[in-house]
Structures are given as C-alpha cells and as structure tokens.
C-alpha cells in the first residue's frame, strides 16, 4: 500500500485545514486508517482513525469535536478536516494504514500500522 498525504500548511490560530491521504495498491476488503502528529522532540501519536468495516471513526481527546477524519471511497482517500486549530496542533502529520479492523486498544500504537505515508507539516501560529 503506498499512501501519500498532502494539504499541510501555515495557518493562524483558529484556522482550519483539510489534510488529504490518497491510497494506492490497496486491495483488502477490510482496513484501519489512522492519521498520527509528531511534533519536534516528542513522540509519534494517534491523532483519529477511520475503519472500513463498519465505517466507525476513533478520536484523541485531544481533538474531539475539533478534527473530523472522513472517507471518500471513490478517490480512495482519507481526510482529517482540522477546525479551530491551536498552536499546540503543531506537527508533521502522517496518515497510516492497517489490513483489517483494529480495536480501540490498538489504534493509539503507531507500531500497529503497517504502512504510512511522508509527512505533511501543519504550522499554527499567528
């Protein structure tokens, strides 16, 4: 599976983005995308997850009620709509991909991803 993010940018506090991963090369029936931020000096985490099976999506508490992360099945891509963004949203976002339906336990592990996609830089700052 090959995965390619974009949509990544400068924007002020308040804005909004709308980062895009288009998948390619993926044939399974079933699969989990997730999109993780990574900000200087910290670790990789779960930012929200979407998975095909029954269409049910996952947040960090982090995000909740500010991110929507969405699928559009024809363009096989996956989007992360980001809205009142802060400062701390800062980060290279990567979006990630799994065969099958991972549980809830499992979705905030990045080593529970198998393949991933180059990261797309979100700046927040005025």
């Known amino acids: 599976v090959q995965l390619q993010a974009s949509g990544g940018g400068l924007v002020q506090p308040g804005g909004s983005l709308r980062l895009s991963c288009v998948a390619s090369g993926q044939t399974f029936s079933s699969y989990t995308m997730g999109w993780f931020r990574q900000a200087p000096g910290n670790e990789r985490e779960f930012v929200a997850a979407f998975r095909s099976s029954d269409g049910s999506t996952s947040y960090a508490d982090s995000v909740k009620g500010r991110f929507t992360i969405s699928r559009d099945r024809a363009k096989n891509t996956v989007y992360l709509q980001m809205n009142s963004l802060k400062p701390e949203d800062t980060a290279v976002y990567y979006c990630?991909?799994?065969?099958?339906?991972?549980?809830?336990?499992?979705?905030?592990?990045?080593?529970?991803?198998?393949?991933w996609g180059q990261g797309t830089q979100v700046t927040v700052s005025s």
């Open positions: 990630a991909s799994e065969p099958g339906r991972l549980i809830t336990s499992r979705l905030r592990d990045a080593n529970n991803f198998s393949s």
